[in-house]
C-alpha cells in the first residue's frame, strides 16, 4: 500500500497574502469547493501552512477520499479556525461596550448642563414677567420664554434619540456577551459543559448533599479505542463519536443531572439524589445506548462500526470525600470495567 501524501506539492512559500490567496483559489478550483466565505478562510490558512492541525485534517480528509461538503468545511472551520477567534470576540464587545457606556454619560452630562440651563432661563424669565407684570413688556417676556421652552423641547427630542440608540447598543452588547458566556461554559465540539463549570456545578451539588443528608454518584465514561477511531478513520469521524456519546448522554440523563467532556475521549456525570444503585442502573442504561449505535458514512453508507464504552461510578461520602477523592474513585472503578473486557460497568471498591 502507497502512503499517503498531501493533497498539493506545496510551491516555493508566497511572500504575501495575495500570493496565499492566489495559492487558496487554486486548490479550491482544484477539489472542487465552493468559493463560500467560510470555505476561502480554510483554504486560505491551508495554503498559508501555519496551522499545522487544520493542513494535517485536511490532508486526512482528501487522502481518505472524503467529499469538502459543506459540513466538512463548517467541522474544520469551526474546530481549526473559529476557537483562534474567542478572545478577539470578547476584546471587541468588551471595547464597545466601554464606547456605548462613555456615550451615554457624555450624553447624561449634556442633558444635566441643558436642564440647567434651560431652568435658569425660566428663573430669568419668569423674574422678569413679575417686574414688568403690568406694562407692555410682558408679551415679548412671555414670547422669548416660549420659544426658550421650544429649544429645550428640541433639545431634549435629540438627547432622547442618543439615549434610545445607545440603549439599543447595550442591549446587542449584553446579548453578545451573554452568548460569548454561554459557550465559554461549554465544550466547543459537543456542546456539553467543560470541565471547569462542571466542577463549579459539583462543588454547589456537594454543598446541598452535605447540608440535606442525601445520596449523590459520579460517573466517568471512557471510550473505548478512541484512537482506532482518529487512526483509520481520521478525525473529524472521532469528532463523531465525541458527538454521539454526548447526545446520548443528554438524550438519558434527565432533571439536575449533568454531563460534561472530562478531557479528552473522557465524560464526567453527576446524578444529585442518586443512590449508588439507581446510578448504576441509569449507567448500565446508558452502556447499552451507545453500544447499540452504529457509525455509518453518509454519501456512501459504509458501516464503521459500533462505539462502546467503559463506565465506573462512585458514591459520595459525606465524612471524608472531596470532589477530587470522589472522581479518583469513580476513575479507578472505570479501569476496573476496561481491565475486565471493556464495554461495561463497574462500580467503587
Known amino acids: 500500500m502507497s502512503t499517503p501524501t498531501t493533497i498539493t506539492s506545496k510551491p516555493k512559500e508566497p511572500e504575501n497574502d495575495f500570493q496565499f490567496a492566489k495559492m487558496a483559489l487554486s486548490l479550491m478550483a482544484k477539489h472542487n469547493v465552493s468559493p463560500a466565505p467560510e470555505n476561502y478562510d480554510i483554504w486560505f490558512h491551508y495554503a498559508k501552512g501555519a496551522n499545522k492541525e487544520l493542513v494535517h485534517e485536511v490532508d486526512t480528509i482528501v487522502n481518505n477520499g472524503m467529499v469538502f461538503t459543506q459540513e466538512t468545511s463548517s467541522y474544520i472551520h469551526n474546530k481549526f479556525i473559529m476557537p483562534n477567534r474567542s478572545q478577539k470576540v470578547v476584546d471587541e464587545a468588551a471595547s464597545s461596550a466601554q464606547k456605548v457606556l462613555g456615550d451615554v454619560l457624555k450624553v447624561i452630562h449634556e442633558f444635566d448642563s441643558e ?61 453578545n456577551l451573554q452568548q460569548v458566556t454561554i459557550e465559554a461554559q461549554r465544550d466547543f465540539l459537543t456542546g456539553v459543559f467543560n470541565r471547569k463549570t462542571f466542577e463549579k456545578y459539583v462543588d454547589e451539588q456537594i454543598t446541598i448533599c452535605r447540608d440535606k443528608q442525601s445520596e449523590l454518584c459520579l460517573m466517568m465514561i471512557d471510550i473505548n479505542h478512541f484512537k482506532l477511531f482518529n487512526d483509520r478513520f481520521g478525525h473529524l469521524l472521532g469528532d463523531e463519536v465525541l458527538k454521539t456519546v454526548a447526545r446520548t448522554l443528554t438524550d438519558i440523563l434527565k432533571g439536575r443531572d449533568v454531563v460534561a467532556r472530562f478531557g479528552g475521549e473522557e465524560f464526567i456525570v453527576i446524578l444529585p439524589e442518586t443512590p449508588l444503585e439507581g446510578a448504576m442502573k441509569v449507567a448500565e442504561m446508558i452502556r447499552a445506548a451507545i453500544a447499540s449505535k452504529e457509525l455509518k458514512r453518509r454519501d456512501t453508507g459504509e458501516n464503521y462500526g459500533t462505539i462502546t464504552v467503559s463506565m465506573g461510578v462512585a458514591r459520595f461520602r459525606h465524612e471524608t470525600d472531596t470532589l477530587p477523592t470522589l472522581i479518583k474513585r469513580a476513575d479507578d472503578a472505570l479501569y476496573v470495567a476496561k481491565n475486565s473486557g471493556r464495554n461495561r460497568v463497574s462500580r467503587e471498591i
Open 115 to 175: 436642564t440647567q440651563d434651560y431652568h435658569q432661563g425660566v428663573d430669568k424669565y419668569m423674574e422678569a414677567v413679575s417686574q414688568k407684570f403690568e406694562g407692555t413688556g410682558v408679551a415679548a417676556i412671555v414670547k422669548e420664554l416660549i420659544n426658550a421652552t421650544a429649544q429645550m423641547k428640541q433639545k431634549g427630542e435629540k438627547i432622547s434619540k442618543k439615549l434610545e440608540e445607545s440603549t439599543n447598543e447595550i442591549s446587542q452588547l449584553k446579548k
